[in-house]
């Protein structure tokens, strides 16, 4: 219940940031936050990260599912008490969900986090790094436990 209790709240809470950046700006409208340094600038991405692949829609649809199909098979195979890896799972199905419904029902990805020395991104995005970097620094810890102890 706590795993989708996460991947729910990422997906409601990327839905509605998404949706306030949608009705309240225009579109490529950027209004500064933190100087030129952070600024909210509302973009719609019709392709993936970094504006790769854009017109390759429906493929990306294809892509968000299998990925998410497959976060959920690695939830149910790990044990409920993993509770490391299931909100890391969580996080990356939350943001791909978020996503997913953007493409599904905009045919484009709402961004609006702009740090000017990197392309826009949103709250999902940034959910999806956050997971798979915990993956990652998860499996990484392991594999140097099980270096140091070849036992």
């Given at each position: 219940?706590?795993?989708?209790?996460?991947?729910?709240?990422?997906?409601?809470?990327?839905?509605?940031?998404?949706?306030?950046?949608?009705?309240?700006?225009?579109?490529?409208?950027?209004?500064?936050?933190?100087?030129?340094?952070?600024?909210?600038?509302?973009?719609?991405?019709?392709?993936?990260?970094?504006?790769?692949?854009?017109?390759?829609?429906?493929?990306?649809?294809?892509?968000?599912?299998?990925?998410?199909?497959?976060?959920?098979?690695?939830?149910?195979?790990?044990?409920?008490?993993?509770?490391?890896?299931?909100?890391a799972l969580a996080l990356v199905l939350g943001g791909s969900l978020g996503n997913?419904?953007?493409?599904?029902?905009?045919?484009?990805?709402?961004?609006?986090?702009?740090?000017?020395?990197?392309?826009?991104?949103?709250?999902?995005?940034?959910?999806?790094?956050?997971?798979?970097?915990?993956?990652?620094?998860?499996?990484?810890?392991?594999?140097?436990?099980?270096?140091?102890?070849?036992?």
């Amino acid at each position: 219940m706590y795993f989708y209790f996460i991947v729910l709240l990422i997906v409601v809470l990327d839905q509605y940031f998404k949706y306030l950046v949608h009705k309240l700006m225009f579109l490529g409208q950027s209004i500064p936050l933190l100087g030129e340094v952070i600024k909210l600038t509302y973009v719609r991405n019709t392709g993936a990260a970094f504006s790769t692949f854009i017109g390759f829609s429906p493929y990306l649809i294809a892509v968000g599912i299998i990925v998410a199909l497959g976060v959920i098979y690695f939830h149910y195979r790990l044990p409920a008490k993993a509770l490391f890896l299931q909100t890391a799972l969580a996080l990356v199905l939350g943001g791909s969900l978020g996503n997913l419904l953007d493409r599904i029902f905009r045919s484009y990805v709402v961004d609006y986090l702009d740090i000017t020395i990197w392309p826009v991104f949103n709250f999902a995005d940034v959910m999806i790094n956050v997971g798979v970097i915990l993956i990652a620094v998860k499996l990484f810890l392991k594999e140097e436990k099980d270096v140091s102890n070849p036992v």
